[in-house]
């Protein structure tokens, strides 16, 4: 019998010790830990179990699950944390079903996740969106400024919460500090989207994240940034304007009723994986990126990163961003070319710029490999004015998801869709930030910027599948 109220004792070592133990399962999982199946020895199903006695229960813990939470609310500093075995994805929509009520206006930032916009069309709620600040050179998005927000909140002094997407994709942090004073100044909630930044908080060589920021509500994916199986993330709620019942209440509709104790394991274990000595190597590999900039300063042609920090924006420097707007290569094609000619796979390329991700996993030789396939390709590469244009204003919206993806809907070419209203959701993954939302109108400007994004080697999502040739959009429009 396992003891689980041995704070020194991980979940994961419970589940070995589970294992040795070799109390015959008559329960499930079906394969009954039993690996004569090579895949299943691969897998690691020796070690997964369900909810059974001894082992807590992820809805409703009280004990080593319990345990393990609160060890990430100590790490982080928050009220309270919850783990999250269906990523960011399944803390989103949860966060904001917990908080909202039909019918309520809320501010999200316009770079959200998709599953934010899914989280509006589920809770009926009224979205007023924040544009952030555009970077003309890089052709990015930046940060959402405070004083969108107040502008906003000022024209919508109703709005009961705040979404905010920081870090982007990208790597580009807003100033969660002054936003949040200006949310709790009107009363409402801030939740934000750090599905990119859940080392922020962690270690002094980042400018910090939300939860030391003063967000309400923060959920981070730890698959994405930090040593952590994919899928695995976390929510901390952080004051007591989150009901915590209500968010837990949240969690057990839009997550599984039977949550992977291995991944839960990945969660637990990589906390504690991220002490110091992590963090160390961490510090290494972010001074190793920063001597890359310097080494990387003499490219003829390619921009890389630095010329960001111009910007007022503050950055996470594990993440590098090559510009291609000003040569003959698109975003997509120098990854063709680092993948096929020097085995490197970047983490996402937009039309004009693509994004490496570096960790602590990474070496001198991974983050050197790069620097000298980015130097060779610059030397061969040629010098042109860019040619994809800022993306079009937010197109005017005239009527909410919900009833437009339930409307009456047909396709059309794309010859004759300007002026129709879209029944689906049409946008490039990564990043899932929507380019149309159903219920908004599709005008030339944006169909134009679909285009473009095409020709430049971006694959369009939709419902279609076949943007922006042809577009799903409401038959009355
Ligand atoms: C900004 C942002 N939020 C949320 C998500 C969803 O995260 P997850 O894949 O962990 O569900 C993503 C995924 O790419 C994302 O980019």
């Not at 509709?253 to 994986?273: A, Q």
């Not at 860019?386 to 047909?410: F, N, Q, S, T």
């Amino acid at each position: 019998m396992q003891n689980h109220k041995d704070e020194k004792k991980g979940l994961l070592q419970l589940l070995r010790e589970n294992r040795a133990a070799g109390c015959i399962p008559m329960h499930m999982p079906g394969h009954k830990r039993n690996c004569s199946a090579a895949y299943l020895q691969e897998l690691g199903a020796d070690l997964d179990i369900t909810e059974i006695h001894g082992f807590d229960s992820l809805h409703g813990a009280s004990g080593i699950l319990q345990d393990a939470m609160q060890r990430a609310a100590n790490r982080w500093g928050s009220r309270q944390s919850y783990f999250l075995v269906g990523g960011s994805t399944c803390g989103i929509l949860a966060g904001i079903y917990a908080v909202v009520q039909k019918g309520d206006r809320i501010l999200m930032s316009r770079n959200c996740h998709k599953s934010v916009y899914n989280a509006v069309e589920l809770t009926g709620v009224s979205p007023v969106y924040l544009t952030p600040e555009w970077d003309p050179i890089w052709g990015i998005e930046g940060a959402v400024a405070p004083e969108t927000v107040k502008k906003a909140i000022a024209e919508n002094p109703d709005v009961s919460l705040v979404v905010i997407t920081s870090p982007t994709y990208d790597g580009i942090i807003s100033d969660i500090a002054e936003i949040a004073n200006a949310v709790h100044e009107a009363g409402a909630v801030l939740m934000v989207d750090e599905a990119h930044g859940a080392h922020l908080d962690l270690s002094s060589c980042f400018v910090g994240g939300a939860v030391k920021g003063g967000a309400d509500l923060v959920v981070q994916s730890l698959h994405k940034t930090m040593p952590s199986l994919t899928q695995t993330a976390i929510a901390h709620v952080c004051s007591e304007r989150i009901d915590t019942c209500r968010f837990t209440d949240a969690l057990s509709i839009f997550e599984t009723s039977s949550p992977s104790y291995l991944l839960m394991s990945s969660i637990d274990e990589c906390i504690n994986y991220m002490q110091d000595p992590v963090f160390k190597r961490w510090n290494c590999a972010i001074a190793e990126n920063k001597y890359i900039f310097s080494s990387l300063a003499k490219l003829r042609i390619f921009g890389c990163g630095d010329t960001l920090a111009e910007q007022k924006w503050k950055r996470d420097p594990s993440k590098i961003l090559v510009n291609t707007r000003f040569c003959n290569l698109t975003g997509p094609q120098l990854a063709t070319l680092l993948r096929e000619q020097y085995n490197i796979e970047v983490e996402m390329a937009a039309a004009q710029y693509v994004l490496a991700m570096t960790g602590p996993g990474d070496t001198s030789e991974t983050i050197g490999a790069l620097a000298q396939a980015l130097c060779e390709i610059d030397q061969i590469c040629e010098k042109c004015e860019p040619d994809l244009h800022m993306p079009p204003p937010v197109p005017e919206r005239v009527c909410g998801v919900y009833a437009a993806k339930r409307g009456r809907r047909c396709n059309v070419a794309r010859s004759s869709a300007a002026g129709k209203i879209s029944g689906e959701y049409v946008y490039a993954y990564p990043p899932g930030i929507p380019l149309v939302v159903p219920g908004e109108r599709l005008d030339d400007a944006l169909l134009q910027y679909m285009e473009d994004l095409a020709a430049h080697g971006v694959t369009l999502h939709s419902d279609t599948g076949a943007a922006p040739q042809v577009f799903s959009v409401l038959s009355m429009g």
